[in-house]
């Protein structure tokens, strides 16, 4: 079974600033993806970025990256120049290749964008 | 954009009640799915859904549960016998394809129904 923890429950950054957000996952597979989704106070889980584990280049959307590092089992996120729309939480997920969309979810880091 | 959307917003149920919480995917997607979200708890994958029938169900999903797409457009979600446990924030999704095909199709998240069980 797989698990992911993200071991941050609230961070807050300074609008302009850079935050990471922490994510660690434990699994024997080695086919497999990682997201991070974000869910604003209108509750809707929006897909930020994704990785596929085979990559060794790290996924950049804008101002949003990612710091894979597989031999550790990480999965960072960073949010360059924050804005006060990046308000929201923010959960880690991974799935497994061939597993139909079954996600499994860290815990959430609760962010907030301060003016 | 097009939207997945559920109704209703919020739920209030006593226990041992039935309950049905609906969703409208995206038109063209064929993969629907159900996650739920105990208060201050982790998101968890309930069900997938595609072609009709039942793909993939995580251990939560017991006889309790059913899915049903009984019309070209809606995707159901019901409890049987709601026990109090049940009491979460239920989250339908759809994609247009398997997240691993060469295809990139994202799960799209509705808003949410908060289910509350009495």
């Known amino acids: 079974a797989q698990t992911v923890t993200q071991s941050q429950p609230e961070m807050s950054v300074q609008e302009a600033e850079t935050v990471t957000l922490s994510c660690t996952y434990d699994?024997?597979?080695?086919?497999?993806?990682l997201f991070w989704y974000k869910q604003p106070p209108s509750r809707q889980m929006i897909l930020v970025i994704r990785?596929?584990?085979?990559?060794?280049q790290n996924a950049t959307e804008n101002r949003f990256s990612v710091n894979f590092q597989k031999a550790a089992k990480s999965f960072s996120l960073k949010i360059s120049d924050s804005q006060l729309g990046d308000t929201a939480m923010y959960f880690c997920?991974?799935?497994?290749?061939?597993?139909?969309?079954?996600?499994?979810f860290g815990g959430g880091t609760r962010l907030m964008v301060k003016p | 954009e097009p939207e997945v959307t559920q109704t209703p917003s919020h739920q209030v149920t006593q226990m041992g009640q039935e309950v049905i919480l609906r969703c409208v995917p995206i038109?063209?997607?064929?993969?629907f799915y159900w996650y739920r979200q105990i208060l201050g708890q982790k998101v968890e994958f309930l069900v997938s859904?595609?072609?009709?029938?039942?793909?993939?169900k995580s251990e939560i999903f017991d006889d309790q549960f059913s899915v049903e797409r009984p019309d070209g457009s809606n995707f159901t979600l019901k409890i049987r016998s709601t026990k109090l446990e049940d009491s979460a924030m239920y989250f339908c999704?759809?994609?247009?394809?398997?997240?691993?095909?060469?295809?990139?199709?994202?799960?799209?998240f509705g808003n949410g129904t908060r289910l509350t069980v009495t």
């Open positions: 999704a759809s994609s247009e394809a398997l997240i691993f095909s060469s295809y990139n199709s994202p799960l799209h």
């Open positions: 699994t024997s597979e080695n086919n497999y993806y």
């Open positions: 990785q596929e584990a085979y990559k060794q």
């Open positions: 997920a991974f799935m497994r290749n061939n597993a139909g969309n079954m996600l499994t």
């Open positions: 038109s063209n997607h064929l993969y």
């Open positions: 859904f595609y072609n009709n029938e039942i793909s993939e």
